[in-house]
């Protein structure tokens, strides 16, 4: 579950060739950006950005929000030729687009080769064909399964956006999205639980009763099934949850949403973890051994898991830091004096299959 350090330098493109609006698409809100940025802009950005990224990251500039393979050729160009000059002086590593299955073929892949890009993230939110209809995507399944699968033939590095909670989906619809979705060996992914925004289509459905959110426990329940199955197959899951913005926070209207929701999925997984570790142990379990850096989130969200788990089990639990425990493991010491260690990918296995 180590994943490389990546520093990301986002330059958004919102709505651009994008010929659908999707029930619950408002990228504008989304991305905090109403227009396509200049060159001039772009390298501003890239040069800001530069400034700040720590010398062990592994560097990529990333143009989010649109269609990208889809606006002209001309304009492509345009924008990938200041991304390349920064790649052609090794000043960063990896040149990053985002796009729309069906906007996915040969001649546009030849295009990016050209550029210099090497990672495609493809908006696939669902694999079931109701639920894309459902949510206006305009694309099939089977067009999301063909892009996905030239995009690794033509060697470029695959991510994939997945958006649990679509109107018309379920979480046996979900989690079988996901598990399709590993069958396409993605390099990465995203996940991201629906929300419903002020002004799209998926609002006015939320005002006339004819779509319901997830709440938030529904959310972190479902995501983490989502994102651990992902895990499950050493795919490396690089986001959960949009990132928080007071403009994102002003224009929500419903769903899932909590500024730290990917730290609240990692905590939950942690609860499993350790509930199931006392289980076994027979209550035995009193002192809690974890990683400096998995501390908080083996605590919990305001230390709701030792809470949890001290009136669940009637008995007092200690989380303590200790630099000798690898990350995403625990280790408890047993009023036996012996010790017994688990880790996420067994809990994964054991429980999330």
Do not use: W
């Not at 089977?142 to 994939?160: H, P, R, T, Y």
């Not at 929500?252 to 350790?274: N, S, T």
Request: hydrophobic share 35%.
């Amino acid at each position: 579950m180590n994943v490389v350090k990546r520093a990301i330098i986002p330059i958004f493109i919102p709505h651009l060739a994008c010929p659908h609006r999707c029930v619950f698409c408002d990228q504008n809100t989304i991305s905090g950006n109403t227009g396509c940025p200049s060159s001039m802009q772009i390298k501003e950005t890239i040069e800001r950005y530069l400034e700040t990224i720590p010398e062990d990251r592994l560097i990529e500039i990333a143009f989010y929000g649109g269609s990208f393979t889809g606006i002209p050729i001309e304009q492509q160009e345009s924008l990938l030729s200041v991304a390349q000059n920064y790649l052609r002086i090794g000043k960063v590593n990896n040149i990053r687009v985002s796009t729309r299955p069906d906007y996915i073929d040969e001649t546009r892949l030849e295009l990016l080769t050209n550029f210099g890009v090497n990672i495609i993230e493809i908006g696939v939110q669902s694999l079931d064909n109701s639920v894309l209809a459902q949510s206006g995507r305009g694309h099939s399944k089977e067009q999301s399964v063909d892009a996905c699968k030239l995009i690794k033939e033509l060697g470029f590095e695959l991510g994939i956006q997945l958006m649990p909670g679509l109107p018309g989906s379920s979480d046996e619809s979900d989690m079988e999205t996901v598990l399709n979705a590993i069958d396409l060996r993605p390099d990465f992914c995203r996940v991201y639980p629906t929300l419903v925004i002020k002004g799209t289509f998926l609002h006015r459905m939320y005002n006339q009763g004819k779509y319901r959110p997830m709440s938030l426990e529904q959310g972190i329940n479902r995501v983490k099934r989502v994102t651990a199955a992902l895990y499950n197959k050493e795919i490396p899951v690089i986001r959960i949850g949009l990132h928080p913005s007071k403009q994102l926070e002003d224009a929500l209207a419903g769903g899932p949403y909590h500024p730290a929701f990917g730290d609240l999925i990692k905590g939950r997984m942690f609860y499993d973890l350790l509930r199931m570790s006392i289980i076994e142990l027979s209550g035995s379990a009193r002192i809690i051994n974890v990683n400096p850096l998995d501390i908080a989130t083996a605590k919990g969200f305001k230390k709701t898991n030792i809470f949890r788990l001290q009136n669940e089990f009637n008995l007092k639990i200690k989380i303590i830091s200790n630099e000798k425990i690898s990350r995403d493991s625990i280790e408890i010491s047993r009023n036996d004096g012996k010790t017994s260690r688990y880790d996420l990918l067994q809990l994964f296995r054991n429980q999330y299959n």
